[in-house]
């Protein structure tokens, strides 16, 4: 088993073990800024109770590293359009930001702090469980297996039913628009929970997940983005799937057919997740997929989030947004409805 020093000195052991960000929320509430993702220098070092000071001393020690694992420095532009787009308000020329990814680094790396210490220990905990038990031998299998597939059937219903139904309501509510919004966003939450513990549960069970997750598509380039939406596509029944980005693609990156043989188009946009698809971005697409190709399935996938106007010509197009929340979970296995 993996000692506690022993993570403390090795990179490579840490690095490991990085996919564990849930033991955070085990140990203690993590806050996270308004857009979901990220947290700052004082979030963090209030999080293992440390002085900000402190928590420099280790970035400084450990840049590179962390640096890797979700770390960064706002300043600029990308500063302004990351405090437009998530309410902060602040005069500060530079913003340090860590991801879930980056926090759990730092918990293996603060010698100093008894919330790191036991982030640590539980992160040992759950893989020396997750290497030492057999599948065949794990305890209580019989009721995992039945929680897991109680899990799995609520969470397709409230995919298949429940969202679609507030969708439906959205659409014609006036007065209430806003609190139905609200409870959509409430079960969508739900949802995600279910499907975190479902992968969880595999996980203790032995069972590998290689697929990306959006932070693993943050790091690609274009054209391996446009690759693995790719990917996607064919795993999930679509047919003569064509990468085109680059130029003379005529505003589209990915082409193909559907199962039942609609023709689909793809537009893939990896953008940093403090930015936003606009307006204008859907208005290009728009014309590319219906006029140029008379596209029967347009998706317009994005690792950033999208305007409320840009979701507007998307609703009024027929184009399928395919925003980061929904790309983790189609990355994660779960087919696009519009695919079916």
């Excluded at 506690?4 to 509430?29: I, M, N, P, Q, Y």
Aim: proline share 3%; net charge neutral.
């Amino acid at each position: 088993m993996i000692n506690e020093s022993a993570l403390l000195e090795s990179k490579s052991l840490r690095h490991g073990v990085l996919g564990r960000t849930d033991v955070l929320d085990r140990v203690k509430a993590l806050s996270l800024l308004p857009d979901g993702m990220h947290v700052t220098t004082a979030m963090v070092a209030a999080y293992f109770e440390v002085t900000v000071k402190t928590l420099e001393s280790v970035v400084e020690d450990h840049r590179e590293e962390l640096v890797s694992n979700g770390y960064q420095v706002l300043t600029g532009t990308p500063l302004a359009l990351f405090k437009r787009a998530s309410g902060i308000q602040s005069r500060s020329k530079a913003l340090a930001l860590f991801s879930r990814r980056a926090v759990l680094n730092v918990a293996m790396l603060l010698r100093d702090s008894e919330v790191a210490r036991q982030v640590r220990v539980y992160l040992l905990d759950m893989e020396y469980l997750a290497r030492t038990q057999p599948v065949d031998n794990f305890v209580h299998t019989d009721t995992v297996s039945l929680d897991d597939r109680i899990d799995q059937r609520i969470t397709h219903i409230l995919g298949k039913t429940v969202v679609p139904m507030f969708n439906a309501l959205i659409e014609t509510s006036g007065e209430h628009r806003k609190e139905l919004v609200a409870l959509r966003a409430g079960v969508q939450r739900i949802e995600r929970r279910l499907h975190q513990h479902h992968t969880r549960l595999q996980r203790l069970e032995g069972v590998r997940d290689d697929r990306p997750t959006v932070g693993v598509m943050d790091a690609m380039n274009g054209r391996t983005f446009e690759h693995h939406i790719a990917k996607l596509l064919r795993r999930d029944g679509c047919t003569d799937v064509t990468v085109l980005g680059g130029h003379g693609d005529r505003g589209i990156d990915v082409s193909g057919l559907t199962a039942d043989g609609r023709r689909l188009v793809v537009q893939c946009k990896r953008f940093a997740p403090y930015l936003n698809i606009t307006s204008p971005d859907m208005q290009k697409f728009v014309g590319a997929a219906k006029v140029l190709h008379s596209a029967q399935v347009a998706l317009f996938v994005a690792t950033c989030p999208f305007t409320a106007e840009a979701l507007s010509i998307a609703a009024e197009t027929g184009i399928t947004v395919v925003h980061r929340g929904l790309l983790e979970q189609w990355s994660a296995g779960e087919p696009l409805e519009i695919l079916e």
